[in-house]
């Protein structure tokens, strides 16, 4: 709202024009933009952007208290076979019951996001170390051991798991995430479900 006294002649009383512009619809766009630079459609998680800044953020805090984050990295196994064989649309479907086990699988303080496709990322902060981080990994697995039902169709995917620590694998982000794809290849590597 814009308010204007206008100058009038002595002895009338004043004028006032207001301009109100109802800018609803572009506040909306705006808080639409945001949404979209920062999450991801499908699954409604964060996505690598907003990921990198939650990662950054994590590490600001455990340098700062001493304490240790789990960075840990999911890749579907086969999930190709879900798009090749059943079509996208069910693919879809799959992800955005994966990002809800995900979600259920860690506690509310903790990031889920979905990294691109069929790959997701973990941010598990103040753990006390490797076996803490090992456990929210066999707790992922374990969610997502259940089968999936779709439409008719029930299935089963599995998960290959990579984890890196901070400080211990590193302390740089770009490092550290590398460092937990490694990883998940080497469990990929190793029979898959691991």
Not at 2 to 9: D, E, I, L, S
Not at 101 to 113: E, G, I, K, W
Not at 141 to 155: C, D, I, M, N, S
């Amino acid at each position: 709202i814009q308010c204007v006294a206008a100058q009038v002649a002595h002895g009338e009383p004043p004028v006032y024009v207001a301009v109100i512009n109802d800018i609803t619809l572009q506040k909306r766009a705006e808080q639409e933009l945001r949404y979209l630079a920062n999450f991801d459609t499908l699954t409604n998680l964060p996505n690598r952007a907003l990921l990198s800044e939650r990662l950054s953020r994590a590490i600001v805090r455990a340098r700062r208290q001493n304490h240790r984050i789990a960075v840990l990295f999911l890749d579907l196994d086969r999930f190709k076979n879900v798009n090749d064989s059943l079509g996208h649309a069910t693919g879809d479907q799959v992800l955005s019951s994966v990002a809800k086990r995900l979600r259920a699988s860690v506690r509310a303080s903790d990031t889920v996001s979905r990294y691109a496709g069929d790959e997701f990322t973990l941010i598990v902060e103040n753990i006390n170390g490797a076996e803490d981080a090992a456990h929210v990994a066999s707790r992922v697995l374990e969610a997502l051991g259940e089968p999936f039902q779709v439409g008719e169709e029930e299935l089963v995917v599995t998960a290959s798991i990579g984890i890196s620590m901070y400080p211990i694998d590193d302390v740089d982000l770009d490092t550290l995430i590398r460092h937990t794809d490694m990883a998940m290849y080497r469990s990929k590597s190793h029979g898959r479900a691991t």
